[in-house]
């Protein structure tokens, strides 16, 4: 029997209990096509919280997504540290130069203020506009980098390794700088309006650290970060894999997860059955070349492997879906959603 | 198993387990029977293509991959020093992150060949396709190796290679958004593909061996 029409946040909720809402719910994770629509640059389309909330509002209705996703580029955190961001007219911006610049500058490092920090006042105000909007019917999704993982940005990848192998006591305490802001940022975002933090932490992955050094380290960061997030949090690998610390993950308090297309969907959807929702796992790489029959057959695929029973969001694999990808290919998508997304899910 | 791959599981074993003193000790004893050229070729190369081989099936994880490049790097530079005429340095190797600035993957790759005994020039990372073909004219370099992590840069490697054209250096890719799309190298006109480290090196043994 057809179940009646919801709105998306009562299709979101309903997936999240792990039973099966009236249809799959789509995360469209767009944040640059924003500026397209606005026909303006993404260091322009950035630059304000209205252009974001504008760009949002445009998205969703295009596309009749089940979120709004007014993130607006992993290096805005670093540059509340005072990194510098580049901006490229083509994708999302890098962080420049490392902030920390050898591990003596960890012991002088300082956790910014939110309500001292100017660019992070844009994200909260776009939040803010969304949510006068919305009145609650679509779910807003605030994101915060894991503090176990802001470091790539904070200094580097290699000098990272370094750090957290063979100087235990600055992991330590950077650990400490990041999770008091980590944790103040998400609750400023929760403040704002945001319903639910994504919680993006790729260096947790097994596809860079082995599962041992997770548990010792991005486990216990995540256990201690996402106890005192006032809201729930979906954590992200951005394309890394997790299948390998399924069972470690529910224990962190997240309530979702956010996979990779290089893991099987099944197998992922089986081992968080009925203990956290699983978003994903569109590549968005490739879909930048999907032709809209392509594009149609995938969804499908995606939605029968892992849609029966709830707990699952049809989303990208990487958290943000890159501006290369056309919006015919979105439309697809979101066609193809509605398609072979209703519930019950067609043998 | 005979003992030379049992010399080179118990390297394996060092360097995974970040023993960097066992690791140098293994090598140290496998040059007192042949040549640094061929230990760095053979035992060191194999140890890392195996570790390389785990990563791709799951195994490993990256971080394991990058020490324990840098810590053959550190050891054949001991037995091999960079100026030593057994390095191979020809045809002239380089390698890059091209306009982006996440360094790890050219670092990982980086090590990998030069722990194997190849010797090649480091440009760095963030470059732009002048200043790559610029440098690739004047140090005539014959095999430019380009790491990427933002898919935007990887299909900025399609302007690059026809800004060289007419320049007789191959192009060997590498970088997430290879590994996410099969038929990006070959869109924008790479000349070869490496999902990682170990494919890069055989991609460089190859080209060297045939002249570039």
Redesign the interface.
């Known amino acids: 029997m057809k179940k009646k029409n919801m709105t998306s946040m009562e299709r979101v909720l309903t997936t999240l209990s792990h039973n099966e809402p009236d249809r799959v719910p789509l995360f469209l994770l767009l944040t640059m096509h924003g500026a397209k629509e606005l026909g303006i640059s993404i260091q322009e389309y950035f630059s304000k919280a209205e252009n974001v909330f504008e760009g949002q509002i445009r998205l969703q209705e295009k596309y009749n997504s089940d979120c709004f996703y007014p993130f607006f580029y992993a290096p805005i955190e670093v540059e509340a540290f005072g990194s510098e961001v580049?901006f490229?007219e083509?994708?999302?911006p890098?962080?420049?130069n490392p902030i920390i610049k050898n591990f003596g500058d960890i012991k002088n490092l300082k956790t910014p203020r939110i309500n001292e920090t100017k660019v992070l006042h844009k994200v909260l105000k776009s939040i803010e506009l969304l949510k006068e909007k919305s009145k609650g019917t679509i779910p807003i999704i605030g994101v915060a980098v894991s503090p176990f993982s802001l470091p790539v940005m904070q200094l580097?990848?290699?000098n990272y390794?370094d750090l957290?192998?063979f100087h235990k006591d600055l992991f330590n305490h950077l650990m400490k700088i990041n999770e008091t802001f980590c944790i103040h940022w998400a609750n400023a975002q929760l403040e704002a309006g945001a319903t639910a933090i994504c919680y993006f932490d790729p260096v947790s992955s097994?596809?860079?650290?082995?599962k041992e050094?997770y548990f010792e380290t991005g486990y216990q960061v995540a256990k201690r970060t996402i106890s005192k997030i006032k809201g729930p949090t979906a954590t992200h690998f951005a394309?890394g894999?997790c299948l390998?610390i399924a069972n470690l993950l529910p224990e962190t308090g997240t309530a979702v997860v956010g996979v990779s297309?290089?893991e099987d969907l099944s197998a992922l959807k089986q081992a968080f059955k009925n203990k956290l929702t699983v978003l994903g796992n569109l590549?968005?790489?490739?879909m930048?070349?999907w032709t809209s029959d392509e594009a149609s057959n995938i969804v499908r695929d995606t939605i029968h492997k892992a849609a029966r029973g709830g707990g699952f969001i049809l989303s990208d694999n990487h958290g943000e879906i890159?501006?290369?990808v056309q919006d015919k290919t979105l439309s697809a998508i979101a066609d193809a959603v509605r398609e072979f997304g209703t519930y019950p899910i067609a043998e | 198993m005979d003992t030379r791959s049992m010399t080179s599981r118990h390297l394996e074993n060092a360097l995974l387990t970040?023993d960097d003193e066992l690791a140098e000790n293994i090598v140290f004893e496998s040059v007192k029977g042949e040549s640094p050229v061929k230990t760095a070729g053979n035992l060191i190369s194999d140890a890392l293509k195996r570790i390389g081989d785990s990563w791709e099936n799951?195994q490993?994880?990256?971080?394991?991959v990058?020490?324990s490049g840098v810590i053959c790097e550190k050891i054949i530079d001991k037995i091999l020093p960079p100026q030593s005429p057994g390095r191979r340095n020809q045809p002239k190797t380089a390698i890059a992150v091209f306009?982006?600035?996440?360094?790890?993957g050219k670092?990982i790759v980086y090590s990998t060949l030069r722990a194997s005994g190849i010797e090649l020039m480091d440009l760095g990372g963030g470059l732009t396709s002048e200043k790559i073909v610029s440098i690739v004219k004047k140090e005539e370099i014959k095999i430019l190796l380009i790491s990427v992590l933002?898919?935007?840069?990887a299909?900025?490697i399609k302007e690059l290679k026809r800004q060289l054209a007419h320049v007789d250096v191959k192009i060997v890719v590498g970088g997430?958004?290879f590994?996410?799309?099969d038929?990006?190298w070959k869109?924008i006109n790479a000349d070869y593909y490496g999902k990682d480290s170990s494919e890069a090196l055989e991609i460089v043994n190859k080209l060297m061996e045939t002249g570039g």
């Open positions: 580049i490229r083509d994708g999302p890098n962080a420049g580097g990848f290699e390794f957290m192998y097994p596809t860079l650290i082995p050094l394309s894999s390998s297309v290089q590549n968005g790489i490739e930048r070349r890159p501006f290369q | 970040l799951g490993l994880s990256l971080s394991q990058y020490m306009e982006d600035f996440h360094l790890l670092r933002m898919l935007p840069s299909l900025r997430a958004p590994r996410f799309d038929e990006l869109e």
